[in-house]
Structures are given as structure tokens and as C-alpha cells.
């Protein structure tokens, strides 16, 4: 993976900023994030693909995260849902 993240960034140009994506280019570092659910892949492709999409570094970091936060919070209350006192057991009449 850095081998690709430093072919990205030598042959990419890095002149773009977030105002200039379309739906398109959010589609393909989305489809790039879906990489990570590969074991021993990390979100780092969703970084590469914005970097191949001519992104600036500091720009293509930044979607990447912010891509990512939905996914990060939906997980981390999926795994706190069970302490929440909300499960199917809570609702059942005695």
C-alpha cells in the first residue's frame, strides 16, 4: 500500500480541493473505503483514491476522514447498542 500511496504521489498533480469534487469522485473514494472491510487493508486506499483524483494532501486526508466518520460512529454505537437498555429484552410485556 505505501508503494501505491508514493506512485500517487509522484505522477498526481494535487491541485483540486474538496469544493471541487463532484458525486462521482465522492463515489469512487467511497467504493475505495469499502476496501477496508478486506482484513489487513486500511482506510488508507480511501486517502490513495482521493490522491489519484488530484486532491491536495492535506485535502484528500481530510475527505477521507470526514468520509469515514459516518461509518466510525455507526460502528461504535452498534457495539454500544447492547449496554444501552434498548434491546428487543426491554421491550417485551412481563
Known amino acids: 500500500m505505501s508503494a501505491l500511496l ?4 509522484i505522477l ?6 474538496i ?6 469522485d465522492a463515489l469512487i ?5 469499502v476496501g477496508a ?6 482506510r488508507s486506499g ?8 488530484d486532491l491536495k494532501r492535506d485535502e484528500a ?3 477521507s476522514f470526514l468520509l ?10 452498534k457495539e454500544l447498542w447492547p449496554w444501552s437498555g434498548l434491546s428487543k429484552r426491554s421491550f417485551r410485556r412481563k
Open 46 to 53: 480511501s486517502t490513495l483514491a482521493a490522491l489519484c483524483l
Open 61 to 63: 486526508a481530510r475527505f
Open 12 to 17: 498526481a498533480v494535487h491541485t483540486r480541493t
Open 6 to 9: 508514493a506512485l500517487a504521489e
Open 37 to 42: 472491510l478486506i482484513p489487513g487493508v486500511s
Open 19 to 24: 469544493s471541487d469534487l463532484k458525486l462521482r
Open 68 to 77: 469515514g466518520l459516518s461509518a466510525i460512529a455507526l460502528a461504535g454505537l
Open 29 to 33: 473514494v467511497g467504493i475505495a473505503q
